[in-house]
């Protein structure tokens, strides 16, 4: 797969069938649409090819720092690449190109990307003040030599749904809703790094995860039912997200405790899968405990891993 972070300064070697939009989370819905452009392009001999951005464009047009996204960039790259898409463009989303009036965008996608076919959602909007629609698209179409192939109401909806329970279900901690809509487990990617080590004293060694992406969607504070590849190796456990009321100072963290594995892993960059939700994140009276709720959550753990 081409990638390419900013259009004006690529021309695509071939035509392209082309896809347009944020694509967070890469969801089943998402992926219907991206087999089509895929199959498309295919038949044709043409690069199959998707149009996205970053950041998400309501932060800019909205100044929305609340949002949280499903997908990192890693991510949402990977899925593209194993969906078998030919070209990707991860476009910067400023105040410039949000200023682009609609013809002046499709004259980019024109000159750059020798565009045949464009496959959008009938509710699809783009230009300046995103003033300009799908029949507008088809107008532009017919000026400059391209193809409009509209996306269903029904799978528009389909997209628009699932983005929204995926995000609900994660910040109510529901990881197993949000797989059913992914298609594949939520991951979290960080650095292991080195955490205060309280964990060791209570038999409980854990790798503290340091997500790099502040604008990644953590899924509800509570304990989950995990897994890992390390070294080649799928290894189980649980994984602690919250502010540790119980500890003293400790403050904010991503832990996970590895069954039946010990090794050095810091600096390691690990992606962790979630199995299930176990509980909510609880302050305890005591260290004493809070151990015995440890033992109780490893017992939980491997009982919905069938360990």
Known sequence: MIEITDITAFTSPKPTVLTIGTFDGVHLGHQKIIKKVVEAAHNEQLLSTVFTFF??????????DQLKLIHTLAEKRQ??????????????????????????????????????KVIIGYDHRFGKNRTANIDDMRLFGEK????VQ???????????ISSTKIREALNKGD?????????????LTGKVVHGLKLGRTLGYPTANIEVAEDYKLIPKDGVYAVYSFINGQKVYGMMSIGQNPTIKGKGASIEVYFFDFKADLYGQQLTIEFIQYLRPEQKFDSVELLK?????????????IAL
Do not use: C, W
């Open 144 to 147: 400059y030599g391209f193809e």
């Open 55 to 64: 950041p998400h464009p309501r932060k800019i047009v909205q100044h929305d």
């Open 292 to 304: 015995k709720q440890l033992n109780d959550d490893e017992t939980a753990a491997r009982k919905a």
């Open 175 to 187: 990881v197993t809703t949000a797989q059913h809509y992914l298609g594949a487990p939520y991951v």
């Open 79 to 116: 899925s593209f690449t194993d969906l078998g898409v030919d070209l990707l463009i991860i476009q910067p989303f400023d105040e410039a190109f949000a200023n682009l009036t609609a013809e002046e965008f499709v004259v980019i996608l024109v000159q750059h990307l020798k565009v045949k």
């Open 150 to 160: 509209e996306i269903s109401v029904q799978e528009v909806d389909e997209v628009s």
